[in-house]
């Protein structure tokens, strides 16, 4: 195998996907290094369509195993029996936590990485969210603005294929849309309630990355449900299906999973990196490979881990991290806090198949300005949805009218789970750990994030204000929950290598290359300069395509 | 009733899923479903007892009961395997109260009473933790369970569409 590349890929998730596609279709031979072994479209989707009566423990899952190998991830919402093998193995890669200050490190460790099981939410982000932080001064202010980065959402979009309704918000930008999926009766009720009873406050279907119609030979969405077990007919976005197998098509690059990247070196002479240092896990085989272009995409902290874990006596503190902000200001969303109730009437209608996909009900806070009555800066965003209770609700008693009434469908229920920008705190920060290592001899991550009280405050204005929206749908029963409060349980970790202006308050410049090193260029979560509060993914689509097709021009000029 | 085969090729009119349907349940099939727990933490008396609690929670109707869905085997399966002992300690507490109590107003366990005697000694247990974990694992075990699931009115492991249907009162039926 040849060990040089036009450019080298680092991670197979979203963003490297998308960087691999973009990159052969400009012509380089790139080399994609996945941490994760390889699976395959359709062979590997052991959970897809199984029955949970296939499963020996069903929906209980194998408690044994999942305390002893998938502890942090078997607490995540659809972690299942039907696609445990997507998922990381705990106990063979630690990270550091201290007990006051937790951190859920969602991972996948499969070719396509968390592309396989994300949650398909996809929003534009608006001059809101590009202005925030210059605005109200939180964090520094980013390199780009909407414009900037508008047409590379409107390419991946039509690629990965959103299905939305357009609303013609300013701070919630419409896309390329297929087809919205439809809002059920209830829901509907409580858009015409919340659009008359709350000037400003919107209902929408979900933006997902969901097929509706069939696109480029994938097959349109069946409602089944489960997506994160897998899709024969590739209905949502993944790297395993749609970005990766483009790239293929160019006869342009080579997929190598299995291989753990430990760090890259530089020359000190031109400052570039030269070598990418690999651990191939099956064989602990210790590669090096070399690319003119380097494209960090291991996820957020996968990538710091690297960048941090680069240290030499050029680069002292880690590679590209002459400003020290590098593992600091990481951000995700808040995530788990709920309200929901009881909606009386409409017994006589219910839904059939199971859509992927929920309402949203995009940000209304501090839209123009800070609003007089909130004890917070930025906002937050709902996702939810209006089903009738199943099997799974209470009921007094026993036996026949027990059963039967279990049986019939229960009453409609909505729910509404908030999404909250957190702000970018330098206190917010990963580092390597001085001692622990892991089975391959890297520096283990250590995590020092909590949520601090900007995100205390608006998480309970979400609940105030998701209270008074279904009191005044007639919901009855209301109840609600602040969530746990854990970073990362969002799985929306972002920040940690931050683009900017000035290279002494950032790592990475306008078009998310390291202002230190000029053949790298980090473009996924990390690079986030602040967080908005709608889901980062799409983001993180458009701005590595951005960034490829900019890295390719300069390698046809010469520059690099 | 459409096999499982025969409604993946109904919804999504393609031959790519159906390839490797079988395979997948060949896969899953190396862990043998039906086994015994390799924990034995009941006897047959509490079997039995746990055994007549699931019918007169889920008893055969218009649809399966929890006997037919195998549901005692699935309760005690997570009884014995998956909880710990402190866990399924109420569980075991409260059968022998149980029993108890029936031998004391009977004469007899609670396995050999009459259905209305034993539908009136559940009954008092209804507030009691014993009560609550059970009719918990009854319920899940019965509808994830094949007999369970798919006797359900709109079982539709394959539905093709998302849309909304409403009950027409004069033929009964959703539309």
Known sequence: ?560 | MLNRRDLLRAAIGSSAGLAFAGLHRACLAAVDLDAAPANRVLDDAEREILTAIADLILPATDTPGALDAGVPQFVELILSDWHTSAERQPVLDGLAALDADCRARWGTGFAGCTLAAQTEALAATEDSEMFGMVKTLVVNGYITSEAGATSQAGYNPMPGVYREVVFDAASGRWA
């Open chain 1, 1 to 560: 195998m040849t060990t040089d590349f036009d450019a080298i890929v680092i991670g197979s998730g979203i963003s490297g996907g998308w960087a691999a596609k973009e990159l052969t279709e400009q012509g380089l031979k790139t080399l994609v290094l996945e941490r994760g072994r390889e699976i395959e479209h359709i062979r590997d989707y052991q959970g897809e369509h199984q029955p949970p009566w296939h499963y020996r423990f069903r929906a209980y899952g194998d408690r044994e195993l999942n305390e002893r190998d998938y502890f942090i991830q078997s607490d995540f919402g659809w972690f299942s029996e039907n696609n445990r093998q997507f998922w990381n193995n705990d106990r063979l890669n630690p990270y550091v936590v201290d007990e006051a200050r937790p951190f859920h490190w969602v991972r996948g460790d499969i070719l396509g990485g968390r592309s396989l099981m994300w949650g398909r939410q996809s929003y534009r982000w608006s001059d809101l969210d590009f202005e925030a932080n210059s605005r109200d001064g939180h964090g520094i202010d980013w390199p780009i603005r909407y414009r900037d980065i508008e047409p590379w959402y409107a390419q991946v979009e039509k690629f990965a294929g959103i299905s939305g309704q357009a609303e013609g918000l300013p701070h919630l930008p419409d896309g390329e849309f297929l087809k919205p999926m439809p809002l059920n009766s209830v829901e509907q009720h409580v858009k015409a309630v919340i659009e008359k009873d709350f000037p400003g406050r919107r209902l929408t279907i979900g933006r997902v990355a969901v097929l509706t119609e069939p696109l480029n030979g994938r097959g349109a969405c069946h409602y089944c449900g489960p997506c994160h077990n897998g899709c024969s007919v590739s209905a949502y976005f993944s790297s395993l299906t749609v970005t990766l197998p483009a790239a293929k098509k160019t006869g342009n690059v080579t997929i190598r999973p299995d291989s753990v990247v430990e760090r890259l070196d530089t020359d000190p002479q031109t400052g570039r990196v030269t070598d990418v240092h690999v651990v191939d896990t099956k064989t602990r085989e210790r590669l090096r490979f070399r690319g003119r272009l380097v494209f960090l995409c291991a996820s957020t902290v996968g990538s710091t881990q690297i960048l941090l874990n680069s240290r030499s006596e050029e680069h002292p503190n880690g590679l590209a991290n002459g400003s020290g902000v590098l593992g600091r200001y990481m951000m995700d969303h808040t995530f788990g806090t709920w309200v929901r109730g009881t909606m009386p009437g409409f017994l006589d209608r219910k839904t059939i198949g199971a859509r992927p996909n929920g309402i949203y009900i995009p940000r209304f806070r501090n839209l123009e300005g800070q609003d007089e009555d909130a004890g917070f800066v930025r906002g937050y965003g709902f996702q939810g949805g209006a089903s009738r209770e199943d099997w799974n609700r209470e009921a007094p008693g026993f036996g026949p009218a027990f059963k039967a009434e279990l049986a019939a469908p229960g009453p409609w229920t909505m729910g509404l789970g908030g999404f909250g920008e957190i702000l970018p705190h330098a206190g917010n920060r990963m580092l390597l750990d001085e001692k622990k290592v892991d089975r391959y001899g890297i520096p283990q991550v250590r995590f020092e994030v909590e949520y601090k009280d900007n995100e205390k405050r608006m998480i309970d204005d979400i609940i105030a204000r998701g209270t008074e929206m279904l009191a005044a749908a007639g919901a009855t029963d209301i109840r609600s929950h602040p969530g746990p409060m854990i970073m990362g349980r969002g799985v929306h970790e972002m920040g940690t290598a931050r683009m900017g202006h000035d290279p002494a308050e950032s790592v990475l410049n306008a078009w998310n290359q390291a202002h230190e090193v000029p053949n790298l260029f980090v473009t996924d979560g990390s690079c986030m300069t602040s967080g908005s509060c709608v889901n980062p993914s799409i983001t993180y689509m458009a701005i590595t395509a951005r960034a490829a097709n900019h890295a390719a021009e300069l390698v046809r000029e010469g520059v690099l």
